[in-house]
């Protein structure tokens, strides 16, 4: 190292070091803080807005005349901002966060909420306007809820919960329905059970319009559903067909879904309706998991899947009808799903095209489709009254946590739907959940607390189904997936903190990340709708009402324009489509992601310098992973360690769910975890892992032992042995490296030197594009600071950090891409 290197070297050694004990101290708070920092950060940009707002209507309405309703919104806008100026110029960003915010002084708990605002008004916060605003806009009808609304159970409630432990929420809406309140009591779990099969199917709101529907898809050969969901769409509309006899003659029927748990657990369920072994006449197909057979005619499978179809069957021809399910959904792959199948239809004037989604868009999509019929399926929906927290929580599994209980004690029988994000918070917020039941013991009533989400194995994914037993209440916690795709009867409440994880990609730099992000109003609405599905419901969104109007973005950006397009620029090329440009997009995604994405293609070697697809482009295409992992795959073979790099690969299809970690055990955990670590990175803990796992004969007490998840291990001992079982076609042989990691490593180079960083003054920077990143902290190479590395993905949390990351050599850059990488002269 020359000198200068060295201490900077030192330096960052000492700085992590330090980092390192703010990191334990730290954990607790994070989430608290990147939801201040959110707050904070939201709170800026709101300034900016509005000042350009104002500086747009003082120059449009200068000379006009305003009504007395506009001129109030301007004095309103103005005030807020010379507040918000005032307070950003005194640096006070505690008080700026308080032009978002509702205070509610201790002294005034337990009286009615209009008490609140005494305080707002005598420190002259900008709160007291936003009150105002609200309630003209919204005709609030302030109600505490857990107070008025069960007023004959607030003393238990208070018995039971701490004071400081509840959350104050004000109805301010109501998402209107088309069932009076009370025409239908919810069904209770025994009347459910008494039902027959049958009965329920006969009672979806599509039933009655069966004969209708399926003379329209006669007529028609493109054909737009729309219905609320839970109306029967997915599970009835293909049954219909096959009972009309469009899979006569061995044709097939496939119904498309985003997600996984959606296309396994509505395949169950319709196998169980139609009386048959799932697998045999009903079947799903997911990556890495095939569960259909030569009979198969009803085939429920991801959007990707049936993408995959298309490269042994570009004309589908095998299939009768497809049904594009979910489509409001617009995930990359169906909107990819559209431009190809809207093809296909052209020359296969049989083929029958529907297209199903919630009640959002299908105007779009008809006009897409040469505008073909929208076919609408009324709904059967009873109004929501919608809650809104007075103060944003910082915490918000925390707030999650407290309302559920909060709902549990002080409101009448119904179940209850908590939206979370991701595995990893539904895991907490379910621990927390049983954690305190615990504790509360006898003082409350039975709550069952079961989650929802992709790598849910699929027995307990059932368990969301089966009725609740009487007298308990059961709780599911749930990703986006309840949003639309699986309906749970008897959901009366529903919990929404705003949040989801989005994908989002900066195609200047190429980077794609995954962030936590507030979710949209129609995605909002949405949730809230779960409430009403059996009956009157309350949906409680855990921000504010000014939050809910200002904040939130109208719909969801299509993922289209928000991720990196290599897999599917790739797999086009594969089909023969060369021009992207013109490809039939509904949402044309960013040009530049096109053209990143053609330049990666070409540097991975998937593509010539004519944009045409190689031979190891084709093989790339084979493989059903990102083109990165495929590249890595195939480059095994030069370095003669396929079956590491397998064990790599499928470890880091199941990424992040291997280790765990018990409340209880933290330090045996992570003893266990830093046992695995070998020189060289996170890669090679993984294999290292896998391999001590393979070597106890798979073995589930060994997970046990060593804090290793075996669910996720079986999962990757699946993927592995299928992206083994695609070795041949893409002509690369089983070989082992013999313990020569160096062999390993540069493999994986190959495919990832996209995605390297380098150690700098100032800590990582991405090699091409200097971006500033930072080593994950459950990383194996935390406390080392490699001069160079590679990193798997980019997670934006509180900051940028790269998540299982490699130490590399600069050297092997030149090696593995010397196209992408020149020697400095
Ligand atoms: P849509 O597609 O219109 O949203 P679905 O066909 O998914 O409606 O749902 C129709 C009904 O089937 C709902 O009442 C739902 O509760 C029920 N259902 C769907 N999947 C399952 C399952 N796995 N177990 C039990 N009931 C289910
Ligand atoms: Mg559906």
């Given amino acids: 190292l020359e000198r200068s290197d060295k201490k900077a070297y030192e330096e960052a050694q000492k700085r992590l070091k330090m980092a390192e004990e703010d990191r334990k101290a730290m954990v607790p708070e994070l989430r608290k803080k990147s939801r201040r920092e959110y707050l904070a950060k939201r709170e800026r940009e709101k300034l900016e807005d509005l000042e350009a707002e104002l500086a747009d209507e003082e120059v449009l309405f200068g000379d006009v005349e305003l009504s007395r309703h506009e001129r109030r919104e301007l004095k309103y806008k103005r005030r807020v901002r010379d507040l918000a100026r005032e307070y950003r110029a005194a640096g006070e960003q505690e008080k700026l966060e308080a032009t978002n915010r509702y205070h509610m002084p201790k002294e005034t708990r337990g009286q009615p909420a209009r008490a609140v605002d005494v305080v707002e008004e005598e420190s002259g916060a900008p709160g007291e306007e936003q009150r105002r605003w609200e309630e003209a806009r919204l005709g609030a009808a302030s109600l505490k809820f857990g107070a008025r609304d069960a007023a004959a159970q607030e003393p238990k409630y208070q018995l039971v919960l701490e004071e400081d432990e509840t959350i104050e929420f004000v109805r301010a809406a109501q998402l209107q329905g088309d069932e009076e309140p009370s025409s239908v009591p919810p069904p209770s779990a025994q009347a459910q059970q008494k039902e027959s099969i049958q009965a329920v199917r006969r009672s979806l709101p599509v039933f009655p319009f069966r004969e209708e529907l399926l003379a329209a898809i006669a007529?028609?050969?493109?054909l737009i559903i729309e219905g609320e969901t839970g109306s029967g769409k997915t599970t009835q509309i293909p049954q219909y067909l096959f009972e009309e006899g469009y899979t006569k003659k061995g044709m097939k029927i496939a119904c498309t879904q985003p997600r996984r748990v959606a296309a396994m657990s509505v395949a169950a369920r319709v196998a169980r309706e139609m009386g048959v072994k799932l697998g045999n006449e009903v079947g799903y197909s997911i990556r890495f998991e095939d569960c259909t057979s030569e009979r198969t005619v009803l085939r429920y499978m991801t959007d990707g899947m049936l993408?995959?179809?298309f490269l042994s069957e570009p004309d589908l021809a095998s299939y009768s009808v497809v049904m594009v399910d979910e489509a409001h959904e617009r995930t990359l792959h169906t909107d990819i799903l559209f431009g190809l199948i809207k093809d296909v239809a052209r020359f296969r004037p049989e083929l029958k095209v529907l297209v199903a989604s919630a009640t959002l868009d299908t105007a779009r999509?008809?006009?897409?489709?040469?505008?073909?019929?929208?076919?609408?399926?009324?709904?059967?929906?009873?109004?929501v009254d919608i809650f809104y927290t007075k103060a944003p929580e910082a915490d918000y599994l925390e707030a999650c946590v407290v309302s559920v209980l909060q709902i549990h004690v002080t409101q009448p029988p119904g179940d209850i739907l908590v939206f979370l994000t991701g595995q990893e918070e539904i895991e907490a917020a379910c621990e927390m959940l049983q954690d305190r039941c615990r504790r509360l013991?006898?003082?409350i009533r039975e709550l069952l607390v079961l989650p929802i989400y992709a790598n849910l194995p699929s027995d307990m994914q059932a368990r969301i189904f089966q009725p609740t037993p009487p007298g308990a209440r059961k709780v599911v916690v749930a990703t986006n997936i309840a949003e639309t795709s699986l309906t749970i009867e008897g959901i009366i409440y529903v919990l929404d903190p705003g949040f989801c994880k989005q994908k989002s990609y900066n195609p200047r730099t190429g980077m794609e990340s995954l962030t936590v992000t507030p979710c949209s109003k129609a995605s909002a609405n949405q949730r809230a709708g779960r409430a009403g599905r059996v009956a009157a419901g309350k949906c409680f969104r855990l921000y504010t009402a000014w939050a809910y109007q200002h904040e939130l973005e109208e719909t969801t950006v299509p993922e289209i324009q928000r991720t990196s397009l290599g897999n599917v620029v790739l797999l086009l090329k594969s089909l023969g489509i060369h021009d992207l440009m013109h490809f039939d997009f509904l949402d044309p995604p960013p040009y530049e992601t096109l053209l990143l994405a053609l330049e990666q293609l070409y540097a991975l070697g998937a593509l010539n310098h004519l944009g045409e697809l190689t031979t190891s482009g084709r093989k790339m295409a084979e493989l059903p992973v990102d083109p990165m992992l495929s590249k890595m795959i195939l480059a095994s073979e030069k370095y003669s360690c396929s079956e590491e790099i397998l064990t790599v690969a499928a470890m880091l299809s199941v990424n992040n769910s291997i280790f765990y970690r018990p409340k209880d055990k933290v330090v045996h955990a992570d003893n266990a975890r830093v046992n695995f670590f070998l020189p060289g990175g996170d890669h090679l803990v993984l294999l290292n892992v896998y391999t001590q796992w393979a070597e106890s004969g798979y073995s589930s007490q060994w997970c046990y032992e060593n804090f290793v998840q075996f669910r996720s291990m079986?999962?990757?001992?699946?993927?592995?042995?299928?992206?083994?079982?695609?070795?041949?076609?893409?002509e690369v042989g089983l070989t082992s490296c013999q313990g020569d990691y160096i062999r390993v490593r540069k493999a994986i180079t190959s495919g990832y030197f996209y995605h390297t960083a380098r150690l700098t003054r100032s800590g990582y920077r991405t090699v091409k594009q200097q971006q500033t990143v930072f080593i994950h902290p459950n990383s194996s190479l935390f406390e080392q600071q490699p001069r160079w590395l590679l990193y798997h993905e980019l997670v934006l949390t509180t900051k940028e950090f790269m998540r299982q990351v490699l130490e590399i050599e600069s050297s092997w850059l030149l090696e593995v891409a010397p196209h992408y990488y020149k020697a400095k002269e």
């Fill in 441 to 443: 013991g006898s003082k």
């Fill in 307 to 309: 993408l995959r179809e």
């Fill in 365 to 383: 999509f008809s006009t897409f489709f040469d505008d073909a019929p929208v076919f609408r399926i009324p709904g059967r929906r009873f109004p």
């Fill in 714 to 730: 079986r999962r990757a001992r699946d993927v592995r042995e299928q992206l083994e079982g695609l070795l041949e076609r893409v």
């Fill in 219 to 222: 007529s028609h050969q493109v």
